[in-house]
Each structure stands twice: as structure tokens, then as C-alpha cells.
């Protein structure tokens, strides 16, 4: 049977520090469900001792979700992680996610720390998480840039103290995806607890590397990828949800490995996060780009013709998206209106199809075409502002 493979979801947490990508608690919350249909293992909700907001938001999702764990973000020290649990406290399976830095370069220039006292610092604040929850995870930030004997020690330790999880991330998405592998098989290798914990890892996409590096730390024997949708995240964002996903899904042969992702549901998962933040889908995106599954040359529309594997490795509809069949104008009738709806995320009661289905008549009596942008704003001005 294929390992099992992880999916932290850290958009609304790693995401939300995105440049305008800031949402707010309603907005959290409905993306939260949208992930929690999605079947992502964990939702990191945000950083509670980051402010009055953050800490709300985190315990207005831990009490909205069920089936999917629920983690907050705090430093390795007591007072951040008090704050952490008080905002996690009521999800059905909470997690403390506690991290600090372990390069050379962070521990003299930002903690002003000696090694050993990271270390001290590390096992003392995974203890203390631990004596809240059994869930604990413990992230060596910076890692990339951390010398691997060190590295080995600090996992270790982490372990010792009781982290189940030990996240390795490249932090300034400066690793490659060979030497992160070699890197990640390293730990495993040599960290003498590594079957107490898994290991995960959490990469930047600052040259652009953020899936391939997850990819490459799969192979080497990482099973929790922290990923955000759309890749959205600090700087040049996160590895992208949706492209780890498929990449796992299409080359099951290589990987050997799956998740618990709906796959129908990443388009939707995609186009809500894209509404609720105002930023377009980029057309190129992979996955879910409007162009991802165009043909443009003649050469390659012939081909899909014939059969549609020439040029394509994935169906739309695997990721939930039927958007090239289904045209919606005047002449569209209630059923797939409702169809219309659900691939853009939203289900709706008989009631809502019905008020959806009269504004996209009206709509397309005025206008020539109806695109799916249009089809979601009457979904939020005329089904749900008038609910409100
Ligand atoms: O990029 C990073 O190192 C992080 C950690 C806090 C996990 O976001
Ligand atoms: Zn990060």
C-alpha cells in the first residue's frame, strides 16, 4: 500500500502574510470549510500571539471545523505558546506548531543565541507544549541554511522532548531540489528517533523551486508537505497546494505515495481563495490557469482531437473543473446553473438555485456572455447578501 503522505494547509496562516492576501474573520472561516471539503489533514489558522485578531480568527475556526486538525503558530517560548493553546484549545484535534531559528546566520544576527541554547530552548518549549496536547510539531526554521549535524541534534531533541512532527523548511526558498533531497535523506538517515516523528517540510518559492524542492523531499522519505493554495505566502509565496497534489496524483509510479485531497474540490478550493482575496487566478497557473487546459496550435488542438492523451496529462474534471463544457447564457437551464455553482465551490439549496438561476437570466439578457466571474458575484450579491 502506498505511505501516506500529509497536507498542511498554511494558507491562512504563511498565505494570509502574502501581500494583499489579508482576509478577514468571515472570509476565514469560509475558507476554512472550503479546505475542510477539501480534505487537507491540517489547517494552520494563524498566529495567536500575533494579535487580538489573529487570536480570534484561530479560535473562531478551531470551533468551526471537525474533521480536520487544527493548528496555531507560536515561538519557543511559554508566553506564545500559552497563547497558542488558549486559541486552539477547543478544536476537536488541536495542534501546537512551535518553531524557532537553527542556522548560524539567524542564531547570531536574530536570536543572538549560542547553539546549545537553541537546543535548551527547543526541548524546553516542546515540553511545554506537550504538557497541553500530545499533537505537537516543532519547525527548525531556516533549516536549509542550518548545518546538517546540527540539524540531526535539533531534530533529535525535538523528538526527545515529544514533537511528533519535525518540519525542515526553506524558509528563503534558497535550496535546490537535489541537494534538499540529500539533505532531507540525511535526517533520516542519521536522526536516531526518526521513527517516533514524521518529518516535513515547508518550502518558499523564492527561485521558484517551492514544489519541486516538497517533491524532491517526498522522495526522500518526508511525509507532511506545509503548502498553501495558489502557492500564495510571504515574499514569493509557499509551494502551491494544487500543483503538489497532481504532480503526487499524475506520477503515482515515481512517488508511491498519496493523500486524502479531494481532487474535484482544488479548482473550487482555488477559485474561492481567489475570490475571497481579490486576486486573480494568473491565466498560466498550472493546474487551474484559465489556459491550463487550452489548446491554442493547430498541431495540438488536431492531436487532443484525436485523442485527448496527446497533449493532456490530466483531465479537468479530475481537479473539478468542467468549466470548457459547461457555457452558461440564456438558454441555460436551473440544473446547470446548480452544476455552475458547485464547480465555482458553492452548494446551494433548492431555494438559492432558484434566486441564482432568475439573476443569470436577467444577467444575460443584458449581457453576450456570462463568465464564471460573473456567475460568483450573483452567487454573493443575490443569494447570500440577501439571505443576510
Ligand atoms: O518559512 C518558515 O520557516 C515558516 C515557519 C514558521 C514554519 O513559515
Ligand atoms: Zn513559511
Redesign the pocket.
Known sequence: MADRVYVFD?TLR?GE?SPGATMNLDEKIRMARQLETLGVDVIEAGFPIASQGDFEAVQAIARAVESVQVAGLCRAVTGDIDRCWEAIKEARNPRIHTFLATSDIHMKYKLGKEPEQVVEMIDKAVRHAKSYTQNVEFSAEDASRSDWDFLVRVTETAIEAGATVVNI?D?VGYTQPFEYYDMIKYLMDNVRNIDDAIISV?C?NDLGSAVANSLAAIKAGARQV?CTVLGI??RAG?AALEDLVMAINTRKELYDVETNVVTEQLYPSCRRLSQIIGMPIPPNKAIVGANAFAHESGIHQDGVIKNRLTYEIMTPDSIGRTSNDIVIGKHSGSHAVKNKAEELGYVLDPDQVKTLFQAVKDLADRKEQVFDEDVEALILESVYRRRD
Open positions: 498554511t504563511d502574510q523548511p524558509t515547508h518558499h506545509e505566502g510571504e509557499n
